[in-house]
């Protein structure tokens, strides 16, 4: 009788699944038979960095898979004499974490951040989530779905993996409400009610998750299942392919930015400036920019800080502020953070040039003088000022110091190209500005000045 209920349990588990994602579970169990021997009897020994680029899944995720399936316990047997995972394990397994609530994921992701029971260290937790941010690159990159975005065409993605950690890590609240923060943190034990309450509260925990085990297992990864939040997990990336350019965007920080962004722009970027490739110049900015819809703007400064901001709303130049409360500001190097609006102004964004009254420069949050972010007309300064805090933002000083010498910038399209933005005879920012002309013709370059007029390339120009 006892056995009964168990075997209903797991009759319940398999109904999550239509039919062709059973046959799918089925198909993929059987080839996973064949490994999941050898990986019990490494016994979580990391061998050889080799295997690494040639297997879909970094080892140290393998195991921690493994060692999430084995922790199910199994109908009327013990479930520790047999270093196969038993087809109920893997089905189970696969049913809490992809369909699952947090209530029914978190004791398979308790075992996952460490094989013994009990609560778990913050150390743990934050080699945990390094280890799913890797394997979440790695398998996008092994399965050919970065979507134009590769390796090399990105800033190494190392530290992108610690400062996304830390920054889904500083989200872990104890039971009283308060957040342990830097070595306190790492010493601190967790129990599974915090953990389950961070994984609700969390929603990169569970998409990763996802991604690692229908991408990495090739399971249920083709299937209408799929929700939207792994769909536009990274945005198709354009513009870029053959111009031999790094972003200043690592591929963990535009999983994270691209995240934040209102659910309609977040399937592709699209680059429209680069200081590398356009030039250091404001008027090339500007000319590159100008009504091309919403937009994300990413800056480096001399001391290699990363921080930027994104625009809800075509720039214009016009000595007034424009955008809405969707705008927000960023850093994505030394740390990854978003802050978005206070409600204290509307000082969303500002773009001005060649005018004699008011300042020129783009800026984002605070006020005229005192910007959250701001880029000089005269190319190459910029300031982040934030006692303490900016009004609009709430964002900390950006950049290493007040003033900063800018080192490189990209402005990337996010979501479609507004309409008028693609017709070949646009208007350049120089039909709009005769000041612009006029400086343009006095410093000795014509009307057909390079670039200012550069088509906007075909979408088909990337897979």
Not at 103 to 116: G, L, P, Q, V, Y
């Amino acid at each position: 009788e006892m056995g009964n209920a168990e075997s209903n349990a797991y009759q319940n588990h398999l109904c999550r699944f239509l039919p062709e994602e059973q046959s799918d579970i089925d198909g993929v169990f059987d080839t996973l038979s064949g490994l999941s021997s050898s990986a019990g009897a490494k016994n979580g020994k990391a061998t050889k960095k080799t295997a690494y680029t040639r297997e879909p899944l970094p080892e140290q995720m393998t195991v921690r898979l493994y060692n999430g399936m084995k922790s199910i316990g199994l109908t009327g047997k013990s479930s520790g004499l047999s270093e196969q995972i038993a087809k109920e394990q893997f089905v189970i397994f696969m049913s809490n974490l992809l369909k699952g609530n947090a209530d029914e994921k978190i004791t398979i992701i308790m075992r996952m951040i460490s094989k013994t029971e009990g609560p778990v260290k913050g150390k743990q937790i934050q080699e945990f989530t390094e280890d799913l941010i890797v394997s979440v690159v790695h398998v996008l990159s092994y399965r050919k779905e970065l979507k134009g975005w590769n390796l090399e065409n990105t800033r190494d993605s190392a530290s992108g993996v610690k400062a996304l950690a830390s920054q889904l890590l500083s989200e872990l609240k104890l039971a009283d409400g308060t957040k342990p923060v830097g070595p306190q943190l790492m010493e601190t034990n967790f129990d599974q009610s915090v953990i389950e309450d961070w994984v609700y509260r969390v929603p990169q925990i569970s998409i990763f998750l996802s991604v690692v085990i229908r991408q990495g297992l090739h399971v249920l990864h083709s299937l209408p299942d799929q929700t939207k939040d792994i769909l536009n997990l990274v945005p198709g990336c354009k513009g870029i392919k053959g111009r031999g350019l790094v972003s200043l965007f690592d591929i963990p920080s535009i999983i994270y930015i691209n995240s934040h962004l209102p659910a309609e722009l977040q399937h592709k970027w699209q680059l429209l400036f680069s200081s590398r490739l356009h030039g250091e110049s404001f008027s090339q900015l500007c000319g590159h920019i100008v009504n091309k819809g919403p937009c994300v703007v990413i800056l480096k400064d001399v001391d290699g800080y990363i921080f930027g901001g994104f625009a809800s709303h075509s720039w214009e130049a016009k000595p007034q502020f424009q955008g809405d409360n969707r705008c927000f500001l960023f850093s994505v190097f030394p740390s990854l953070a978003v802050y978005t609006y206070t409600g204290y102004n509307d000082h969303y964004m500002y773009l001005n040039h060649g005018q004699q009254t008011m300042p020129n420069g783009l800026g984002m949050g605070g006020q005229h003088g005192y910007f959250g972010l701001w880029v000089d007309s005269d190319y190459g300064k910029g300031h982040s000022k934030a006692k303490p805090r900016c009004t609009t933002y709430n964002s900390p000083q950006l950049s290493a110091k007040e003033d900063f010498t800018l080192d490189a910038m990209e402005v990337w399209a996010v979501g479609d190209l507004p309409e008028h933005a693609g017709t070949k005879g646009k208007k350049s920012i120089l039909d709009v500005d005769p000041e612009a002309q006029a400086l343009l013709e006095m410093t000795g370059k014509s009307r057909q000045s390079e670039g200012l007029r550069e088509p906007i390339e075909d979408d088909d120009d990337d897979d």
